[in-house]
């Protein structure tokens, strides 16, 4: 262990959390260290599916107020043009970056954690995970699975109709947003389309109304969240003109899958059918396998937290980014750039002691 892999403050992950929260730093004369598994910063928007692009205004995914002018208000950024504003945080304001530095393991002992990268060890006194969603792909389990013989990838892994490999039948399963992109994207193509959900199919509006929308989501959600008595649920329905293709036909819709078999998939209505490729629309979970020894989890498997951002039983422990932190925008990049100034203050005022 050198000198120079001793910090104050080490922030796992260097995307919109990591980033925001690493200039919020700097700017209260903090010097904190940002450590990135990716080959680029902001990897997970740069590897998204070549389609994508953000769905919310820029107006609601600027990460500092000194940004809310880069871009017009009312566009849409691409994916890979984000990735690119994430890219430029270092040079800008002098953050310490890393990368290709994936923690595999965090360990506490007397008020120092002790990191173990593929780059060395690192130790601080305060630790901040911000990793996000995007890096753990879900994929449910379904018999038969993993020794079926047809194509198999994830929303993750899926960049354009190339990604299919000359596939001719496609099975998209899932019911949510990234599901409906999914088939969006492949509509025009001449591939057979279906799509198997274990629930009803839910859409948004159509798109005048939901631009409509968008352009006041900031105002909409705080008051629906405070005078709603339950959780709000934030994982977004598929578009309205996904939900038109299973209408029209275009996509066949099929019941929640029984099994899988070497080039066929059972439904649970009894029907088997074969497929030459399968789409898992399914979900990502936040990375935490390296903090098992210090976090526990509630049910839906996300750290318990002390005011939204500290780990229950482990001081100095800090999360962002997450869904639900502080309130329901905190999984969104609007949410995060709100969080993490306030993030910012409580480390700032840790420091002190």
């Not at 994508?52 to 000194?66: C, G």
């Not at 354009?160 to 000359?166: F, H, M, P, R, T």
């Not at 105002?219 to 994982?235: A, D, G, N, V």
């Amino acid at each position: 262990m050198t000198d120079s892999n001793l910090k104050k403050i080490i922030i796992i992950g260097a995307g919109p959390s990591g980033l925001s929260l690493a200039y919020h730093l700097k700017e209260m004369g903090l010097e904190p260290l940002v450590l990135e598994a990716g080959e680029k910063l902001g990897s997970s928007f740069e590897n998204m599916p070549d389609f994508l692009a953000l769905i919310s205004y820029w107006k609601s995914n600027y990460l500092i107020k000194k940004d809310k002018s880069k871009f017009s208000s009312i566009s849409q950024l691409h994916s890979k043009e984000f990735a690119k504003y994430l890219q430029s945080f270092p040079s800008r304001f002098g953050i310490e970056v890393f990368t290709n530095c994936l923690v595999k393991k965090v360990e506490r002992s007397e008020r120092i954690y002790t990191l173990e990268t593929t780059q060395g060890t690192f130790q601080s006194s305060i630790v901040v995970n911000c990793t996000g969603y995007y890096s753990s792909p879900f994929y449910p389990n379904y018999s038969g699975m993993e020794t079926s013989g047809m194509l198999k990838l994830h929303f993750k892994d899926y960049k354009n109709i190339e990604s299919l490999k000359g596939s001719k039948k496609v099975l998209v399963i899932g019911s949510k947003l990234s599901a409906g992109q999914i088939l969006l994207d492949l509509e025009h193509s001449d591939l057979e389309l279906s799509l198997s959900s274990r629930s009803a199919i839910q859409s948004m509006v159509p798109s005048f109304f939901l631009k409509l929308i968008l352009y006041f989501i900031d105002h909409l959600e705080k008051p629906l969240e405070f005078f709603s008595s339950k959780r709000i649920e934030t994982s977004a329905p598929i578009f309205y003109e996904a939900k038109k293709l299973l209408k029209s036909g275009r996509v066949k819709h099929r019941p929640s899958i029984k099994s899988f078999h070497d080039n066929s998939v059972s439904f649970e209505d009894g029907v088997t059918e074969p497929f030459d490729a399968v789409v898992f629309a399914t979900g990502f979970s936040p990375k935490l396998d390296y903090l098992d020894s210090l976090v526990e989890l509630n049910e839906d498997k996300l750290p318990l937290l002390s005011k939204g951002f500290e780990a229950l039983y482990c001081r100095n422990l800090f999360f962002l980014g997450l869904d639900h932190q502080q309130n329901m925008q905190s999984r969104f990049l609007r949410g995060i750039r709100n969080d993490a100034k306030k993030l910012a203050v409580l480390i700032a005022e840790r420091q002190k002691y």
